[in-house]
Structure formats: C-alpha cells, structure tokens
C-alpha cells in the first residue's frame, strides 16, 4: 500500500503484502537463472559448489513434499 501525496500521485511504499514481497523477490532472483548466472557459476567454483548444494536441498525437499 502507498501513501498519497497531496498532488493525488502515488508516493511512497507503507505496506507490502506477502503476495508483493514474494513477487518481488522472485524479479530478483530470476537473475540466478540465465547464461551469465551459469558463466558465473562456471567461473568460480565456489559459487557453482553452493548452487550445486541449494539446488541438492532444494530437490530433496520438494520430492519430500510431493509425496
């Protein structure tokens, strides 16, 4: 939710709901995804080890919660 100014635009942010945080944590992850991220992760394998450990966590939880 954002407050009005007194000209009737939209000024600053006061409340963000839960829907709106996620969505906006998923435009700022989303640059973990494409070529650079994956030139990146080619690049320095320490970043590639932790991508490779979340990923790990990441299908080890989802298959246990689809079952």
Known sequence: MYEQNRDGSRGRLVEEDSHARMLNELQQDSDMFGFEAYALRR?????????????????????????
């Open 43 to 67: 690049k320095y394998p320490t970043l590639k080890k932790a991508y490779d450990n979340y990923k790990t966590i990441w299908h080890l939880i989802n298959d246990n919660d689809s079952n």
